[in-house]
């Protein structure tokens, strides 16, 4: 099988040499945590309710923390806000560079003045005793050290049934690196609190938390703004948000909805939900015999009734890669909205949401070595705005009186009542570091092992793989002959090998290839070359004879 290369690989971005560690540095970033707090504050019309109020403000008085000027150069093209999170996130990772990579704390400076900036987290960087928003993220990997990979996540030291853990099943959820864990911890330890409400210490640690992991999201996504990032339990809720709202908004009789024969159940039940209520119409397009989607015959689709295209960047079943760009390209030619589920690509492929131009980006964080119960729903800031939130409650209103509600602006108006606040702050470490380990590294690393897999598998007498297309990321989807995917399955956990078997969420697309179930090895920036071997050894066994299958 080609599997494509330079669909995977994003281009190295220049490195720039590490300042030393001093004073002046720490004075520079806490002046830039301060601006970014003031910009970042403000009324809740202005704020999109993302507001701090100053601690012992008289009533009324403007909510602001800091003095109102630095000496801060903004860099040339870019907003303020933007200027300040670029020069901010620069001027941290060189402290990092410069720091005790091994213990992930920054070295103590005696000449460190006491923290007064309006961003907490970094308050403790003189404090080697207390944990940092983001511990060991100074670790460093050159140029991809698997080996140094795994000892940052802790469950992979795991035995199951007497044997190591060989977790290749990250198509259904990634596991967390040590810096997303003590970042949680910290956050419960030294943060926790309700957002965007009190005027206390607390509040204000928790809601600069909160928002730091918003604009982490932000860039990582390269979206352009902050407000188009919207918190979410995870892709499903981020779907059905959309399908609920703009949806029930947009969506009439006779309309159409195209989704694709690849879809997880996620990307389909919604909409069908929604045609159910409307009396709109889905349609599908077709997958050729490799499990790629069709372009032509998608495009054949189009009626000036189609209104909304939702389609996967990567199937969860097969591992295919769509020509995202192509369907959102031709959608919006003719017209129609696209939602692309990043929910398997996000931790494989660069997400650029302003290059993929798709109206809303969907992910799950619990996919991208995030925790689970946190979400991303990315969406063009003014069609956000445009829509009428799906859930009432706390947060998301500017005034509520008996005879109407006036609502904030996006992304505020549609996260009502109390967040997933930890777990959101928990999102923003596990992005950090994957930025850390640079998302070329990963993917070239990844590609390799994807290839050197699909090789091993192709010599197990018996075994079809199923989804060939030329390009693919982390799934290997299976059959054996003469063997019930979840006998399989359960012999491989014996072996201490985790791997899925099953319909995946996606049944319309393995009956597309004659299948109820598979098995599915998927595969991530932790696993190994060993254990890639440990597979397909123990599968030239079942093959042997050599296993006992449970019936």
């Keep these: 099988m080609n599997i494509n290369n330079s669909a995977l690989i994003e281009t190295p971005a220049s490195s720039v040499p590490p300042r030393p560690y001093d004073t002046d540095s720490l004075l520079q970033l806490e002046q830039l945590q301060a601006l970014a707090g003031e910009l970042f504050s403000g009324t809740p019309s202005a704020g999109g309710g993302r507001e701090r109020a100053e601690l012992g403000a008289a009533p009324g008085a403007a909510a602001t923390l800091v003095p109102a000027s630095f000496d801060l150069p903004v860099e040339a093209g870019l ?93 259904a959820t990634t596991h967390k690196p040590q810096a997303v864990i003590d970042r ?98 889905l349609r599908v397009i077709p997958v050729d015999d490799s499990g790629q989607i069709l372009l032509e015959e998608y495009e054949r689709l189009f009626t000036p009734r189609t209104k909304l295209v939702s389609v996967t960047q990567v199937s969860n079943a097969l591992g295919t890669i769509t020509p995202a760009e192509a369907v959102v390209s031709i959608a919006h030619r003719h017209g129609a909205r696209v939602l692309i589920d990043g929910a398997q690509s996000v931790a494989h492929i660069r997400a650029d949401v302003q290059s993929l131009d798709a109206d809303w980006f969907v992910f799950s964080g619990h996919k991208i070595f995030g925790p689970t119960g946190i979400g991303v729903l990315y969406g063009k800031k003014d069609l956000l705005n445009a829509t009428q939130p799906w859930q009432g409650g706390g947060n998301m209103i500017e005034d509520v009186t008996f005879e109407r509600t006036r609502y904030h602006t996006a992304p505020t108006r549609f996260e009502a009542g109390t967040g997933n606040i930890a777990d959101a702050v928990g999102l923003g470490a596990a992005l950090e570091y994957v930025q850390k380990l640079g998302l070329d590294n990963i993917n070239r690393y990844e590609h390799e092992l994807l290839v050197y897999a699909t090789r091993a598998l192709q010599e197990v007498p018996g075994l079809r793989l199923i989804g060939t297309a030329q390009n693919k990321a982390s799934v290997l989807s299976f059959v054996l002959d003469g063997y019930k995917s979840e006998e399989i399955g359960a012999t491989l956990n014996r072996e201490g090998i985790a791997v899925r078997s099953g319909h995946h969420c996606a049944q319309p697309i393995l009956r597309r290839f004659g299948l109820e179930t598979t098995v599915r090895p998927s595969l991530a920036l932790y696993n190994t070359r060993e254990e890639v071997d440990l597979l397909a050894s123990t599968l030239h066994g079942i093959r042997g004879g050599q296993f006992y299958l449970p019936g």
């Excluded at 990997?141 to 099943?169: C, Y």
């Excluded at 640690?205 to 932000?218: N, P």
């Design 184 to 281: 949680i911890s910290y956050f419960y330890q030294h943060e926790n609190s309700n957002i965007h409400r009190a005027a206390h210490e607390l509040a204000a640690r928790a809601t600069d938390a909160y928002e730091i992991a918003r604009e982490i999201v932000r860039g990582f996504i390269n979206a352009g703004s902050a407000d188009e990032i919207v918190f979410v339990r995870g892709t499903t809720e981020a779907i059905n948000l959309v399908a609920k709202s703009w949806g029930k908004q947009n969506i009439q009789k006779d309309d159409e909805i195209i989704v694709s024969h690849l879809e997880h159940h996620a990307n389909i039940v919604p909409w069908q939900q929604l045609a159910a209520e409307t009396g709109a119409r």
């Design 79 to 171: 907003p303020k806000a933007d200027s300040v999170a670029h020069q901010y996130e620069a001027l941290l990772n060189d402290l990092y560079a410069a720091s005790s990579v091994d213990s992930g704390v920054l070295p103590v400076s005696a000449a460190l003045p006491e923290a007064s900036s309006s961003f907490y987290f970094v308050d403790q960087l003189s404090d080697p005793s207390r944990a940092l928003a983001s511990p060991a993220l100074g670790s460093a990997h050159t140029p991809f050290d698997v080996q140094s990979v795994r000892r940052d996540f802790p469950i992979l030291q795991e035995r199951v049934n007497g044997k190591p853990l060989v977790w290749l099943d990250n198509a």
